[in-house]
């Protein structure tokens, strides 16, 4: 049995391609193929399991048995009033990946409604500190398919928890300065106690389950956050310099990311 296997982020670093085939006798499950190519290439087994499986744009469990020709995705760890009244329409959702500038007022345009009194916008920005180091740049990788089809799931579950009247969700891809919006949120509702509540629901949830990923650079290195080794991490949160008293020690330098959704 032949399989394709797509990488991302540090798995893709490791292995040196996107993607690669595997050949193995069945029956052969999705978490085996981890562990053949851990096999293969040596440098995979300095990062953590992936963190979730996909065969064929759907995700699965470990135990998945594949087929012949199915293509397996391995997701690294990702990088999170008054009381309204329901209202008869569907909000209305809008989701997007995209490599272009995220811009403020487009994502509260997206959003605008008649019936809202409440719109709730929220932009994650790249910052130039993280982890006791300047950062030079970030770089966004997505599993687009995935991605998308997740940050759609994601708004669908806001807007049924809460009465909202429209939602927004757009993530940055590639290369980002310092000062960029890498991620957008944008809630409306009839008040704001509801806008509130689901916006900080969408990023937050976003931040743990969209597989994007992020890679902090900085003079002379870069590192995917939430895909590092143990040892890589821990280096990068040592106080720079021979004296404690640097201010090092600040929660956001150490345990914090490059962006303001961390």
């Known amino acids: 049995m032949r399989v394709a296997v797509r990488t991302f982020a540090a798995y893709r670093e490791a292995i040196g391609r996107e993607q690669v085939e595997v050949e193995a006798p069945e029956p052969l499950t999705v978490g085996e193929v981890w562990t053949l190519l851990a096999e293969r290439f040596p440098g995979l087994r300095r990062y953590a399991p992936p963190a979730r499986f996909a065969v064929n744009d759907e995700f699965v469990a470990a135990d998945h048995r594949l087929r012949d020709a199915d293509e397996v995705a ?28 995220i811009r ?18 929220f932009c994650g920005t790249v910052r130039e500190r993280s982890r006791g180091r300047r950062i030079e740049h970030l770089e966004y990788e997505a599993y687009a398919a995935l991605a998308e089809r997740e940050m759609r799931r994601i708004a669908a579950e806001a807007a049924q928890r809460w009465p909202l009247r429209a939602v927004a969700l ?23 106690a509801e806008a509130f509540a689901a916006a900080r629901f969408l990023i937050d949830t976003l931040k743990q389950v969209v597989p994007i990923w992020k890679k ?28 404690a008293s640097s201010g090092a020690g600040r929660a956001g330098d150490v345990t914090g990311d490059a962006t303001g959704e961390g």
């Not at 690294?76 to 500038?101: D, K, Q």
């Not at 993530?171 to 008040?191: F, Q």
Request: proline share 12%; no cysteine; glycine share 12%.
């Open 74 to 101: 391995l997701i690294p760890p990702v990088s999170g009033g008054a009381e309204g009244e329901p209202e008869a329409a569907p909000p209305r959702i809008t989701v997007r990946l995209t490599a272009e500038p």
């Open 104 to 121: 403020p007022e487009a994502l509260a345009a997206a959003v605008a409604d008649p019936a809202a009194g409440a719109v709730v916008l």
């Open 170 to 192: 757009v993530h940055r891809t590639g290369r980002l300065r310092v000062g960029e919006v890498s991620v957008g949120v944008a809630a409306a509702s009839a008040h704001r």
């Open 216 to 243: 902090e650079v900085w003079a002379g290195g870069g590192a995917w956050v939430g895909a590092a080794p143990a040892a890589e991490v821990a280096a990068a949160a040592a106080p720079p310099g021979p004296s």
